[in-house]
């Protein structure tokens, strides 16, 4: 059943995550003097420990940072496709597989992430002070969420089949654990810890390097010492786009978040209507369909894109053009296929003016299943997602940097307010990204109902391969009946489910008062002073 939340507000600093243990940790380091930015940090690591379903040191992050000169810029741990990734290793195959070895088959650039982001801050807390908190979890353990446990119940056979801690891990008593049940992890303290002592750096160059490079080979994942060794974190320039409402930030290829950009402005163009209407839901639908079929496109490893991102978002006649497509009382067909993932979004504003978006995943539930026995790092399998072809979109190459659906999202309103916000979701955090600002800066709904509020999303979710409108209940009665009758193959989908993501959002107003909120749909919490 869920939650009921309402709007948290203070003014010396304020946290939003998917688990409540991990916002406390976030404000801690907010009342001990760090940044923003640093509470990021040690609420990252913390959800790698509490919330491991959905997150972990084996996979991917990125960050926009909103500085308190105003400057905004971003992070991206996103690792690439192992040397030995090629498509000769995947002879026989059709696709990547999902699940094992083979889907292992790109670096981790979380811990890099963390690594330029405390890089860029004048005066970091130490490394061990961030990482205390999640170490003090992993040993004496955490209880186990409802969330986890139905994951870990439905997936479990294909996760425990793999090589690896897996089942010693998630599953010591011979079966999958139960909520309430407690999980300890001593594998991957020990790995925080000596991330605490030696510095990240380690994990890509050192002892603890090698630890992991050992692991992947035995367990016959491709990536090895000398792609970890290879690895760096990025620093692109987010992309924008200039709206009425201000201007809205989100991360640069591979990610998605040029998709994210293009729903909110390609419906401010095409004019929605009141919110929690027909026209609101089916123009920022419409307005997604348009966005999808650009990013399916076009969207990827930069170094292999052909067209432009930030020039589209910079082009006003296209970006009318593509508005125009939209029919403001018929839906287009949609037979597109789509992108999975679970996600962590998480954020925080300190006093000093401070905003962080960040997120970061494993890409499906525990990653590619595949449990590190010497370090309890669970490894992603992102470059599941990479398409066995010689050339064209997403295509398997040594070095190539997977499509990323993770995409924080930042925006700089024209009243002053800055707004960090963001969801897990996959092919759904575009969506739910543009139903809580529109409706929360648009409409002027209130910032948690504007996240508890009925949500809809287009596309698959997990393990379903359906291209329905997916919508919860509700929503007015007759808001459904309007989009059936505009061609929209409506599914409903019952009350408030984590099908639609974990949102969460803070804003920090012009005079410095900060509000958040989390999603009842999730684990989450909001901690504020």
Not at 265 to 291: I, M, N, R, W, Y
Not at 411 to 437: H, I, N, S
Request: net charge negative.
């Amino acid at each position: 059943m869920a939650r009921t939340l309402h709007t948290i507000s203070g003014r010396g600093g304020i946290v939003t995550a998917p688990h409540y243990l991990a916002a406390e940790v976030g404000l801690d380091v907010l009342k001990e003097g760090g940044s923003a930015a640093q509470a990021t940090i040690a609420v990252a690591a913390t959800l790698a420990v509490v919330y491991p379903h959905m997150t972990g040191i084996g996979g991917d992050g990125f960050w926009l940072i909103r500085a308190s000169d105003g400057r905004v810029h971003g992070v991206h741990g996103v690792g690439g496709a192992a040397q030995a990734a090629d498509l000769a290793l995947y002879a026989g195959h059709d696709t990547v597989p999902w699940r094992g070895p083979l889907a292992a088959n790109t670096v981790a650039g979380t811990l890099s992430a963390w690594q330029a982001v405390l890089a860029s801050e004048p005066a970091p807390l130490p490394l061990a002070r961030l990482l205390a908190p999640a170490i003090a979890h992993a040993e004496a353990g955490v209880a186990v969420t409802a969330g986890h446990a139905a994951l870990a119940l439905a997936k479990g056979p294909e996760l425990r089949a793999q090589p690896g801690a897996y089942a010693a891990t998630f599953e010591p008593d011979g079966r999958p654990l139960r909520a309430g049940d407690v999980l300890r992890q001593p594998a991957l303290a020990q790995t925080l810890r000596r991330l605490a002592e030696a510095g990240i750096e380690d994990f890509y160059t050192g002892a603890l390097g090698d630890l992991v490079a050992a692991d992947l080979a035995a367990l016959g994942s491709p990536v090895g010492a000398v792609d970890l060794a290879a690895h760096c974190a990025l620093r692109p320039a987010p992309l924008s786009v200039a709206t009425r409402a201000g201007r809205l930030y989100n991360s640069a290829p591979p990610t998605q978040g040029v998709a994210s950009l293009l729903i909110l402005a390609l419906a401010e163009q095409a004019d929605c209507g009141p919110g929690e209407s027909f026209g609101h839901v089916h123009t920022l639908v419409e307005a997604t369909k348009q966005a999808f079929l650009w990013r399916d496109a076009h969207c990827g490893d930069p170094a292999y894109m052909a067209r432009d991102a930030q020039g589209l978002l910079d082009d006003a006649d296209a970006r009318a053009a593509m508005a125009a497509q939209i029919d403001p009382a018929r839906a287009l067909p949609w037979p597109q296929p789509s992108q999975w993932g679970d996600t962590c979004w998480f954020g925080a504003a300190d006093a000093q003016g401070q905003v962080v978006s960040a997120i970061q995943s494993t890409y499906f539930e525990f990653g590619s299943g595949l449990v590190l026995p010497q370090t309890g790092i669970t490894w992603q399998n992102r470059g599941a997602s990479f398409r066995l072809a010689e050339t064209g979109w997403n295509a398997l190459k040594p070095g190539r940097k997977p499509f990323h659906t993770l995409n924080p999202a930042l925006a700089k309103l024209t009243d002053g307010r800055v707004m960090a916000y963001g969801t897990m979701g996959g092919e759904g955090q575009p969506q739910t990204q543009a139903a809580l600002f529109s409706r929360h800066v648009w409409h002027g709904m209130d910032l948690q109902a504007a996240i508890s509020a009925p949500r809809w999303l287009l596309g698959r979710t997990w393990g379903e391969d359906s291209t329905t409108l997916k919508i919860e209940d509700g929503f007015d009665p007759a808001v459904y009946a309007a989009l059936e009758q505009a061609g929209h193959v409506v599914e409903r989908v019952g009350p408030l489910t984590a099908m639609m993501g974990h949102a969460g959002a803070v804003v920090r107003e012009a005079d410095g008062a900060l509000y958040g909120a989390t999603d009842p749909r999730s684990d989450g919490g909001v901690a504020v002073w």
